[in-house]
Antibody, heavy 124, light 110 residues
Framework: QVRLVQSGAGVQKPGASVKVSCKAS????????IHWVRQATGQGLEWMGW????????GYAQKFQGRVTMTRDISISTAYMELNNLRPDDTAVYYC?????????????????WGQGTLVTVSS | QSVLTQPPSASGTPGQRVTISCSGS????????VFWYQHLPGTAPKLLIF???QRPSGVPDRFSGSKSATSASLAISGLRSEDEADYYC???????????FGGGTKVTVL
């Protein structure tokens, strides 16, 4: 079945970087865009950006521009999200999600499935 | 504040109907599809409604979505205890060139 499996939880110090992985299985990795969404404790869902695994094109939310990088390794069907210069308020569960692909619709489509989430804690 | 506005909470007794609103504007809901996700603590969000009013296979028909102009709504009929969760609307915003989520609505079954 279609699955996204993320890397495990971790603790990072303020100012450090974190790289979360998202391994896809059950479908052709390069066909569907991958999005990253986070949820800080007690907060709602917050979109961070997207990546096209086929050509590596990306689009980031303005809030994260300059601090986030989304990449992929096609050979192992894995997407990555790296967030730099971490702050305590970056403590959150980070999710990857696959966007449905419909060649007849150029706009945003639904996210399904989602990864299980990766808790990143930023603390000194 | 979220670009998409949802009530922070909603509640009902078992069997009742609950409706959650999602208010946006022309660059987002007005021009794009609306999606609804159910999120239980400690789990991954789950797709409930896609393209305004379509239900994925496996989602009970108690859940329904609608959209009118720049607003959308999710209705849960025949409320059940397992429906206790957070519900989020989402859309694309042409002005922001990004995905936007509503602030989320916590549904409580009394």
């Amino acid at each position: 079945q279609v699955r996204l499996v993320q890397s495990g939880a971790g603790v990072q110090k303020p100012g450090a970087s974190v790289k979360v992985s998202c391994k896809a299985s059950g479908y052709t990795f390069t066909t569907y865009d991958i999005h990253w969404v986070r949820q800080a404790t007690g907060q709602g869902l917050e979109w961070m950006g997207w990546m096209n695994p086929n050509n590596g094109n990306t689009g980031y939310a303005q809030k994260f521009q300059g601090r986030v990088t989304m990449t992929r390794d096609i050979s192992i069907s894995t997407a990555y999200m790296e967030l730099n210069n971490l702050r305590p308020d970056d403590t959150a569960v980070y999710y990857c999600a696959r966007e449905e692909y419909d060649p007849s619709w150029p706009g945003l489509d639904w996210f399904d499935p989602w990864g299980q989430g990766t808790l990143v804690t930023v603390s000194s | 504040q979220s670009v998409l506005t949802q009530p922070p909470s909603a509640s009902g007794t078992p069997g009742q109907r609950v409706t959650i609103s999602c208010s946006g504007s022309s660059p987002n809901i007005g021009n794009n599809f609306v999606f609804w996700y159910q999120h239980l603590p400690g789990t991954a969000p789950k797709l409930l409604i896609f393209r305004n009013n379509q239900r994925p296979s496996g989602v009970p028909d108690r859940f329904s979505g609608s959209k009118s102009a720049t607003s959308a709504s999710l209705a849960i009929s025949g409320l059940r205890s397992e429906d206790e969760a957070d519900y989020y609307c989402a859309s694309w915003d042409d002005s922001l060139s990004g995905v936007i989520f509503g602030g989320g609505t916590k549904v409580t079954v009394l």
